[in-house]
């Protein structure tokens, strides 16, 4: 296998009036090819950034800091490129087509004042040599294999006709329309009902079978990775505190927020997890971040050490790291304090 | 939809006979009378005219007589210039107005969207101030002023452009640009406050994620979005177009509605004020039904009920 995606030392910056908002800290990581990853924080953690800054999607007033992006082994980092206009022009050919974003909010996401033809036909006509027609018979296709009835009715209604959960397939069909390599989900089933939340998931987890394609999962839900990642990167305060395979996240975890969020889940059949164990405390101030362990504020276990000094990455395994002072051998003789 | 429209109609004509009741009365009470000038010296004279308009009778009469010569299509003739009928004034004057109106809307249509656009969604700084102090101009001096300059500068000293009349095409651009200057601000002020608003949307975001070049983002998702309060504002615009311009008309010499409505205040001429009157409020109740016809065809999410 070899990497579908690399992520090295990004790191993304917001300028406010308040001041420089760091919301992506020196992230490496990386996706394999048919790999789905599973990316876990809670809001404001870096998730949606990280994701945002490698389709180059960022709001007006963010931009990349540093870092490699490698899409396939091309950098597409906006730092790799001499001018806007260039790193604009290779964009417009890579989203789209190499990949694809599918979004948290059916309601929004959608255009009101086009049709559904209009929209899911765009990203074919864009990247593909199709008359409208083909487009369209293609088009159609992808709304039936989302699971839409009646497609060649539907594709003429407008996005307020569908329910949110037909909406969201539309979404889905849109960054499926060109066969992407690489599909990054942002909280695909945070605005759905449970039970629709099943079959989006079921539908995400059966395109990675199907096209072979590298899935990012972005989510606050650890329920909803469990089930489907292979791998799983925990992100707070705008870095990732740990990663490993789904076996190690949830059968060992290292870090406090990792095993924080753990207990999180609750689990009605087993005795000790019937009771809810909240994370006490509020995620960190991204406009006044030092350069210490962003989860000191809230860590049962904090020592001197976590507010001076940002923690290593300790390695468990070939997969499994986190970034925690507990972890240091020297804390683990008990010598820390 | 149809049954919309007929709904609309009616309430229209409500709306209109409140318009022309509330018109008439007020007219009425206002103190002059169109039969107290040069001509109406006599005594005998004055009683004559009197008899042969009605105005011996109770207002009320008066008001039931109007109405049932309009049921009838009759507006009246003119009080003051005797043979002249209402429908004669408009027919002649509304041509004039219109053509110039709609070469201004076009004008400030154009100009307003370009103008609003650029400013929302260029990155240099300087971009948005020219426009929005255009904007600032048109909104804030008054449209005399601009159309005086305009016949100073580019009439006078210039002599690039006639001032004078409607003779040829040429004679239009002086005057459609001192018409349309305050639309153009209104309409690139909400263009660009508009744009800013629909370019901060998610849908803005999924259209560029498809690979979508920005100017086609811009042209293929933001522009019809962005038009939903243009179009709101634009609409009532040409109405307020078509009913003529006393000023520009005055200086440029056009013989258009807007002088014969004023004169016709002017002279307390009440048939002719009140046939100006329904006809105005006819163009600017039809203008409102275009408009939200218009709205609703290009935001799918507005039910016409």
Redesign the interface.
Known sequence: MSAMLEIKNLSTEFSTDNGTVQAVRDVSFEVQKGEILGIVGESGSGKSQTMFSV?G?LAGNGRVATGEILLDGKNISPLAFKSEKEY?DT???????DM??I?Q?PM???????TIE?QLT??IL??NNVSKAEARQRAIELMAKVGIPSPESRIKQ?P?QFSGGMRQRI?IA??L?CNPKLIIADEPTTALDVTIQAQVLDLISGLRDELDSSIIMITHDLGVVASLCDRIAIMYGGKIVEIGTADEIFYNPQHPYTKGLLSCIANPEDKEKKELHPIPGSPPDLLNLGDWCPFVDRCEKAMKVCKMKMPSQEVYSDTHQASCWLSHPLAKEGKGE | MGKYVVKRILIGIITLFVLSSATFFLMKATPGSPISGEKFKTAEARKAAEERYNLDKPVVTQYALYLEGVAQGDLGESMVHEGRTVTYYIGNGFPVTAKLAFVAFIVAVTVGITLGTTAALSRKKWVNNVCMFIATIGVSVPSFLIAMLLVVIFGVNLKMFPFIGLATPAHYILPALALSLYPISMISRLTRSSMLEVMK???I??????????KKVII??AL??AMLPVITYIGPMFAFLLTGSLVVETIFAIPGLGSSFVTSVMDRDYPLIMGMTIFLGILIISFNLITDIVSAM????IKLK
């Open positions: 389709m999607l604009e964009m417009s050919d890579i989203r789209g087509n694809a974003m979004f909010d929004t996401f959608l255009n009101p004042v086009l209009t765009e990203p864009n990247h407008y307020h979404i849109i960054a329309a | 949307q998610d849908y975001i999924l259209a560029r994620s498809k690979g979508t070049p920005y293929k998702h019809k979005n290009v935001d799918p999410r």
